[in-house]
């Protein structure tokens, strides 16, 4: 007689090899929600832990840069700013960059800062880098309140400052800045489990992309003093997204519609490819990390 016990079986999960390249497995994410929540805690607690002024330096860190900014590029460079008080220009396009790159910084380490857990217990690898990313967010809300602060203050004491209209898609834009850290970041982490060297390079190649995103100047600005090279900003997503954050913001600027689809492509581009590179990758980088 043949014994029908184990067909009656539920299991609760089953573990079994992944068919696709591009599997995003939201239910198996959503399954481990309460391991994601407890990343993105400690994202938030350990990033400052055992410093002096703790979590202020999400306030500082920005407050510095941008007077800095103010500095160098609007007082010595004499940088205009289409009317609106340079700390506050500075301040919108720095709030926005610190957000994609700690976000990338972050994520392109995913393997390397966590093999000791990989190498220990199962759950979705993607829960990482998601982590990563949405405690930037929080981190993000806080910087864009003082920027909000500094918004009301400058308001306030006579400086005709209006949000355009399509400040309502803000957190698309928001969103798509996310996505494209997160491939990004996959891509990289991906390659540093074989190129240590890349770290380094990171380093050194996220300093040099700040420049090129428009973070303390307009495209304005470069398209009419080098026009022969100002392609090479065009073509970076990073820039039309911090353009298009302070015209939603600051009503300052222009955007182009095209531009925007272009980094929407990119966007989904990067962030299919990373997906990709990141399940091939998590099967067999404990052997070479």
């Known amino acids: 007689m043949q014994d029908n016990t184990n067909d009656n079986k539920t299991w609760k999960f089953t573990i079994s090899p992944k068919s696709n390249l591009v599997e995003l497995n939201l239910k198996e994410v959503w399954n481990y929600r309460d391991l994601l929540v407890l990343f993105i805690k400690r994202d938030i607690v350990t990033i400052y832990k055992q410093t002096i002024l703790g979590p202020l330096w999400y306030l500082i860190q920005p407050l510095f840069t941008a007077v800095i900014f103010t500095i160098i590029f609007n007082n010595v460079a004499e940088i205009d700013t289409d009317g609106i008080p340079p700390f506050l220009y500075n301040l919108a396009g720095i709030t926005i960059w610190n957000y994609f790159k700690d976000c990338l910084l972050a994520t392109s380490d995913t393997f390397k800062s966590n093999q000791h857990i990989f190498g220990k217990v199962y759950f979705p690898r993607l829960i990482l880098p998601l982590s990563v990313v949405l405690s930037n967010l929080i981190k993000f809300c806080i910087q864009l309140v003082v920027f909000v602060a500094f918004y009301i203050y400058y308001v306030s004491n006579g400086v005709e400052i209006l949000p355009n209209k ?40 996220v300093q040099l992309l700040m420049y090129l995103s428009l973070v303390a100047y307009p495209l304005s600005l470069i398209q009419a003093k080098l026009p022969t090279l100002s392609w090479i900003v065009e073509f970076n997503p990073m820039a039309h997204i911090i353009e298009t ?36 990758t998590e099967k067999r980088f404990i052997d070479t990390i």
């Open 245 to 280: 954050s302070r015209f939603m913001l600051l009503n300052s600027g222009e955007i182009s519609l095209n531009w925007i689809i272009y980094t929407v492509i990119v966007t989904i581009i990067t962030f299919l490819v990373g997906l990709v590179i990141f399940n091939r």
């Open 166 to 205: 399509l400040i309502v898609f803000f957190p698309i834009l928001v969103l798509t800045m996310g996505f494209f850290s997160l491939g990004l970041g996959m891509i990289i982490s991906s390659m540093v489990t074989k190129y240590r060297d890349l770290v380094f390079l990171l380093q050194f190649g």
